[in-house]
Nanobody, 116 residues
Framework: QVQLVESGGGLVQAGGSLRLSCAASGNIFSINVMGWYRQAPGKQRELVADITSGGITNYADSVKGRFTISRDNAKNMVYLQMNSLKPEDTAVYYC??????????WGQGTQVTVSS
Protein backbone atom coordinates (compact mmCIF):
# COMPACT_ATOMS: atom_id res chain seq x y z
CA GLN A 1 0.00 0.00 0.00
CA VAL A 2 1.29 3.42 -0.98
CA GLN A 3 -0.01 6.69 0.44
CA LEU A 4 0.67 10.20 -0.77
CA VAL A 5 -0.26 13.23 1.31
CA GLU A 6 -0.05 16.72 -0.17
CA SER A 7 0.16 19.99 1.73
CA GLY A 8 0.85 23.65 1.03
CA GLY A 9 -2.03 24.68 -1.20
CA GLY A 10 -4.04 27.82 -0.61
CA LEU A 11 -5.11 31.20 -1.91
CA VAL A 12 -2.52 33.62 -3.26
CA GLN A 13 -2.56 36.76 -5.35
CA ALA A 14 -1.20 36.79 -8.87
CA GLY A 15 2.56 37.15 -8.82
CA GLY A 16 2.83 35.39 -5.49
CA SER A 17 4.44 32.10 -4.50
CA LEU A 18 3.44 28.82 -2.92
CA ARG A 19 5.34 25.67 -2.06
CA LEU A 20 3.63 22.31 -2.26
CA SER A 21 4.92 19.27 -0.40
CA CYS A 22 4.06 15.61 -0.79
CA ALA A 23 4.97 12.84 1.64
CA ALA A 24 5.00 9.33 0.26
CA SER A 25 4.84 6.27 2.46
CA GLY A 26 4.44 2.54 2.05
CA ASN A 27 6.06 -0.01 -0.20
CA ILE A 28 7.74 2.29 -2.73
CA PHE A 29 10.32 1.04 -5.19
CA SER A 30 13.49 3.08 -4.84
CA ILE A 31 13.76 3.79 -8.58
CA ASN A 32 10.71 5.83 -9.41
CA VAL A 33 9.31 9.03 -10.83
CA MET A 34 7.53 11.50 -8.58
CA GLY A 35 5.52 14.33 -9.98
CA TRP A 36 2.83 16.93 -9.76
CA TYR A 37 -0.26 17.09 -11.93
CA ARG A 38 -3.12 19.55 -11.87
CA GLN A 39 -6.74 19.64 -12.89
CA ALA A 40 -8.72 22.82 -13.39
CA PRO A 41 -12.54 22.80 -13.48
CA GLY A 42 -13.79 21.42 -16.79
CA LYS A 43 -10.33 20.42 -17.93
CA GLN A 44 -8.33 17.21 -18.05
CA ARG A 45 -5.63 16.44 -15.55
CA GLU A 46 -2.26 17.55 -16.89
CA LEU A 47 1.37 17.06 -15.98
CA VAL A 48 2.97 20.05 -14.27
CA ALA A 49 6.40 18.59 -13.54
CA ASP A 50 8.07 15.35 -12.63
CA ILE A 51 11.43 14.20 -11.37
CA THR A 52 13.18 10.83 -11.44
CA SER A 53 14.89 9.32 -8.43
CA GLY A 54 18.13 10.28 -10.21
CA GLY A 55 17.11 13.93 -10.34
CA ILE A 56 16.10 14.34 -13.99
CA THR A 57 13.31 16.87 -14.26
CA ASN A 58 10.58 17.53 -16.80
CA TYR A 59 8.25 20.55 -16.92
CA ALA A 60 5.15 21.56 -18.78
CA ASP A 61 5.90 24.49 -21.08
CA SER A 62 3.36 26.62 -19.23
CA VAL A 63 5.35 26.50 -15.97
CA LYS A 64 8.95 26.49 -17.19
CA GLY A 65 10.96 29.22 -15.52
CA ARG A 66 8.34 29.73 -12.80
CA PHE A 67 8.02 26.36 -11.05
CA THR A 68 10.75 24.15 -9.61
CA ILE A 69 10.34 20.52 -8.64
CA SER A 70 12.66 18.84 -6.17
CA ARG A 71 12.74 15.73 -4.06
CA ASP A 72 14.31 14.20 -0.98
CA ASN A 73 14.85 10.50 -1.64
CA ALA A 74 15.74 9.71 1.96
CA LYS A 75 12.42 11.11 3.15
CA ASN A 76 10.30 10.09 0.13
CA MET A 77 9.25 13.69 -0.29
CA VAL A 78 8.62 15.74 -3.41
CA TYR A 79 8.19 19.50 -3.54
CA LEU A 80 6.91 22.04 -6.00
CA GLN A 81 8.04 25.63 -5.61
CA MET A 82 5.65 27.84 -7.56
CA ASN A 83 6.65 31.44 -8.25
CA SER A 84 5.08 34.19 -10.34
CA LEU A 85 1.73 32.49 -10.05
CA LYS A 86 -0.99 33.33 -12.55
CA PRO A 87 -4.77 32.96 -12.33
CA GLU A 88 -4.53 30.21 -14.93
CA ASP A 89 -2.49 28.16 -12.45
CA THR A 90 -5.64 27.76 -10.36
CA ALA A 91 -6.37 24.04 -10.05
CA VAL A 92 -6.32 21.06 -7.76
CA TYR A 93 -2.74 19.83 -7.63
CA TYR A 94 -2.09 16.10 -7.28
CA CYS A 95 1.05 14.31 -6.22
CA UNK A 96 1.98 11.18 -8.14
CA UNK A 97 4.55 8.39 -7.81
CA UNK A 98 5.07 5.64 -10.36
CA UNK A 99 7.59 2.97 -11.32
CA UNK A 100 5.57 0.57 -13.45
CA UNK A 101 2.32 0.85 -15.43
CA UNK A 102 0.59 -1.09 -12.67
CA UNK A 103 2.28 0.90 -9.90
CA UNK A 104 0.93 4.41 -10.32
CA UNK A 105 -0.32 6.18 -7.19
CA TRP A 106 -2.07 9.49 -6.49
CA GLY A 107 -2.60 11.78 -3.55
CA GLN A 108 -5.94 13.28 -2.64
CA GLY A 109 -5.10 16.68 -4.11
CA THR A 110 -4.62 20.18 -2.75
CA GLN A 111 -6.36 23.30 -4.01
CA VAL A 112 -4.33 26.18 -5.37
CA THR A 113 -6.25 29.35 -6.12
CA VAL A 114 -4.59 32.39 -7.69
CA SER A 115 -6.60 35.60 -7.60
CA SER A 116 -6.12 38.35 -10.16
Amino acid sequence: QVQLVESGGGLVQAGGSLRLSCAASGNIFSINVMGWYRQAPGKQRELVADITSGGITNYADSVKGRFTISRDNAKNMVYLQMNSLKPEDTAVYYCNVRWHPSRNYWGQGTQVTVSS
